[in-house]
Nanobody, 122 residues
Framework: QVQLVESGGGLVQPGGSLRLSCVAS????????MGWYRQAPGQERELVAR????????NYADSVKGRFTISRDNAKNTVYLQMNSLKPEDTAVYYC???????????????WGKGTLVTVSS
């Protein structure tokens, strides 16, 4: 049974920082690229960062590039998202998943966690 448990969100002022964590279980975590997604009110879920299985490569959406850093600790089955220089438009519920868990079609797992809410506001 897959579990994805996100934590670390909260209320932060513009320019502030947060570090999100996602603890995964129920699958071979170290075999999969992991990603962080976010969903803002009224918007579709978007992939903002991903990291390959061994942590060698990362990719970011243009909207967060230079401000967010994704990392992982396979020994702890955990993926992190360090968020710096936060902006109000970063406000969203943040989720983790494996973007390429399935290959045909390429998609994440059907099982999503509850997410963690990040609110950036003055």
């Amino acid at each position: 049974q897959v579990q994805l448990v996100e934590s670390g969100g909260g209320l932060v002022q513009p320019g502030g920082s947060l570090r999100l964590s996602c603890v995964a279980s129920g699958f071979t975590f170290s075999s999969y690229t992991m990603g962080w997604y976010r969903q803002a009110p009224g918007q579709e879920r978007e992939l903002v960062a991903r990291i390959t299985s061994a942590g060698a490569n990362t990719n970011y959406a243009d909207s967060v590039k230079g401000r967010f850093t994704i990392s992982r600790d396979n020994a702890k089955n955990t993926v992190y998202l360090q968020m710096n220089s936060l902006k109000p438009e970063d406000t969203a519920v943040y989720y983790c998943n494996a973007p390429f868990y399935y290959s045909t079609p390429m998609r994440p797992m059907d099982s999503w966690g509850k997410g963690t809410l990040v609110t950036v506001s003055s």
